[in-house]
């Protein structure tokens, strides 16, 4: 499997209290290897996916950092160095609950362009992932869309993680589903599905997702998950019981646990229970990478 996306470098503060405006906020802070589109091909790597690759740009300084974590998950890296820009920062603010904001500099992340991709890339590949914050800058978008089109040359399926309900906002529903069109598989959360379809209600969102592209599999948090094939809601996966410390990279987790037992003969109600098994491990983990070692931040 090919992973393209977003490398970053998070920053993760827990907090077990309220913001406090203006003053100190005591808090617990790691800095860990991150980025959805890494996290997702880690977890794939993680659940047994034998050759997982990921094509990403990053910062030089820590270029050498990365690919050291990435390789220790199992993840064949394909790092561009980029001598201007830093490697995506992503501060993520985890309050008492578990859940996760976000602050994010894309960094180097959505400098990635057309120059980095090459049809080769795709040679030996089953399935090609995109990270959705491809999407959200111009030179990134030109080669998600054009790794896109490769592939579907080829005939090698293509999923989609919409990744973002505030960068889609940003750009625009009606622009971000035709730069994904012709992709097998989106795979949003509840937020991403109601906004991409309009529709409030997420089971009918999941629905006509599907009739848009052939697979839509929504997640919902503690709630589970939705298969949706061919305007159909197919399955509906109970949520697996875990003790949340942190929600960071919970979907990613289950992105790549579920691409990953798809390629091993998985159908996508057996693929999303698996997924959230991955995702209930996750959110009992500091940061989005799966167990292992992790190392500090230069």
Request: net charge negative.
């Amino acid at each position: 499997m090919l992973v393209v996306g977003d490398v970053a470098t998070d920053v993760v503060a827990r907090h077990g209290s309220g913001l406090a405006h203006g003053t100190d906020t005591a808090a617990e802070i790691r800095m860990l290897p991150g980025g959805a589109g890494a996290n997702a091909a880690c977890w794939a790597a993680h659940s047994g996916c034998p050759d997982v690759r990921l094509l990403g740009r990053v910062g030089s300084g820590s270029a050498a950092w990365h690919e050291a974590r990435l390789r220790r998950a199992g993840v064949r890296p394909l790092l561009v160095a980029d001598d201007e820009a830093e490697t995506a920062t992503v501060v993520a603010l985890v309050d008492a609950h578990a859940e996760r904001t976000f602050l994010t500099d894309s960094g180097a992340a959505l400098r990635i362009g057309p120059a980095d991709w090459s049809p080769a890339l795709l040679d030996g590949v089953g399935r090609l992932h995109l990270s959705g914050y491809l999407f959200f800058s111009a030179p990134s978008r030109e080669l998600a869309v054009l790794a896109l089109a490769d592939a579907r040359r080829r005939g090698i399926p293509v999923s989609v993680d919409p990744a973002s309900a505030g960068f889609i906002a940003a750009l625009g529903v009606d622009r971000f589903l035709a730069s994904v069109a012709g992709c097998d598989m989106l795979l949003p959360n509840a937020a991403e599905a109601r906004l991409l379809t309009g529709i409030p209600d997420v089971t009918d969102a999941a629905a006509k997702l599907s009739r848009q592209v052939p697979l839509a599999v929504v997640t919902l948090g503690a709630d589970g998950a939705l298969v949706a094939e061919s305007g159909t809601v197919t399955d509906r996966v109970p949520p697996v019981p875990a003790r949340a410390v942190d929600s960071t990279g919970a979907g990613d987790a289950f992105t790549g646990a579920f691409l990953g037992a798809l390629l091993a003969g998985a159908d996508p109600g057996s693929a999303a229970r698996r997924a959230c098994r991955a995702g209930a491990l996750a959110v009992t983990l500091h940061g989005g990478r799966p167990p292992g070692p992790e190392g500090a931040c230069p």
